[in-house]
């Protein structure tokens, strides 16, 4: 399933610089690639610890 996200990223990031490259540009395109990217970015983004939840942990082994 994370490999699922990198490969949203890496998808969206080709076919948004893709779109961009040619003389005329597809907006449709490129807005498509930028939102796959963004969904990929925001999907890694969810697993990701929050700095709070690790201070509070550390707080608690401390005192005790």
Do not use: C, H, W
Not at 37 to 53: A, C, E, H, V
């Amino acid at each position: 399933m994370k490999y699922l996200n990198y490969i949203l990223i890496i998808l969206g990031s080709v076919v948004a610089i893709s779109a961009k490259s040619g003389t005329e540009q597809n907006e449709y395109i490129l807005i498509g690639g930028i939102a796959l990217l963004m969904i990929g970015i925001y999907r890694i983004s969810k697993t990701i610890p929050s700095k709070q939840d690790a201070d509070d942990t550390d707080d608690f082994i401390k005192e005790e």
